[in-house]
């Protein structure tokens, strides 16, 4: 069965983005099939699976998202789906910024448009995996109700963790048109474990999550190879797959595979 997992947190720059491509290239090595989801207007994942001008592409999910409300079919997957060796991609675009969202505000069950558009995909994938934007819009929101679990990826930083608590907000009212989401757990991103800082924090998230919800036993360590990878639109796996970083995402990935 296809599990759709949204990664989202409110704060920017915790690694949702990072732990989106690197999480799908190591389930796609262990021979799951994965498809990426860029719901975030800014298209960094779909920039950074190596698409250069997200804007020039003919088809992104903001045209799909426009087909939905319209009530028009959706193109042919092969016209939407990019594939990067094993992991298949729908991009995102700018549109969805501006006049997507402005659509999307005024549409009949506007919180269920990607909903639609990933049920037509689930009998595809072992894995659908959906990046979202630091923001709560619409968008997000219809990430969280098209989605069996979130997975909420936070830095050792006291406004990160603040960010959790918005975002779980968020999560609970989505409930009331998706019952169903669960918490699939938090991962510790960009961690430098060696400070007393990172052990505080840490030690305060336990307390604060670790009995309602999973943290993941892995910690993703903190490296400049992140920052390289994007530059030449690659995941650390593929651009340095003997890094730490590299390890600690397929590590992750096992443990996500064993959560169920
Ligand atoms: N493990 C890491 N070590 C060092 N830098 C990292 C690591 N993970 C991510 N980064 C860097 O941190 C920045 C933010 O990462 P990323 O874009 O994945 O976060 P994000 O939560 O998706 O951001 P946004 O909220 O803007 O979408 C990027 O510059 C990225 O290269
Ligand atoms: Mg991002």
């Known amino acids: 069965m296809c599990k759709v997992i949204a990664v989202a947190n409110v704060k920017g720059g915790v690694g949702k983005t990072t732990t989106v491509l690197n999480l799908g290239y190591a389930l796609s090595e ?14 960094n994942l779909t920039m950074g699976l190596g698409v250069n001008n997200p804007d020039e592409l003919e088809t992104t999910l903001y045209h ?3 087909a939905v409300i319209d009530h028009k079919e959706l193109p042919d997957k092969d016209k939407y789906i990019l594939t990067f060796g094993n992991t298949d991609l729908i991009p995102c675009s700018i549109d969805l910024a501006g006049a997507g969202q ?7 069950n506007r919180e269920r448009v990607l909903d639609k558009i990933l049920a037509n995909l689930k009998d595809d994938y072992d894995y659908i995996i959906i990046d979202t934007a630091p923001t709560v819009t619409l968008l997000t929101v219809n ?14 930083e006291i406004f990160a963790v603040k960010g959790i608590e918005l975002l779980l907000e968020t999560l609970y009212q989505a409930r009331d048109v998706n019952p169903a989401i669960a918490v699939e757990g938090i991962l510790m991103t960009i961690c430098d474990t060696r400070t007393n800082r990172f052990k505080t924090i840490y030690n305060d998230i336990q307390d604060a999550y670790g009995k309602a919800f999973r943290i993941f036993d892995t910690l993703i360590p903190i490296s400049t190879k992140v920052g390289e990878s994007n530059l030449y639109g690659r995941s650390i796996i593929e651009y340095q797959p003997n890094s730490k970083v590299a390890a600690a995402y397929r590590e992750f990935a096992k443990e996500l595979v064993s959560n169920g």
């Not at 262990?30 to 298209?43: A, T």
């Not at 402005?102 to 009949?108: D, G, K």
């Open 30 to 43: 262990l021979g799951k099939r994965v498809l990426l989801v860029d719901i975030d207007p800014q298209s």
């Open 64 to 66: 799909l998202i426009m």
């Open 102 to 108: 402005f659509r999307l505000t005024s549409a009949m």
């Open 143 to 156: 990430a969280l109700v098209a989605c069996h679990t979130v997975l909420i990826p936070t830095t050792p």
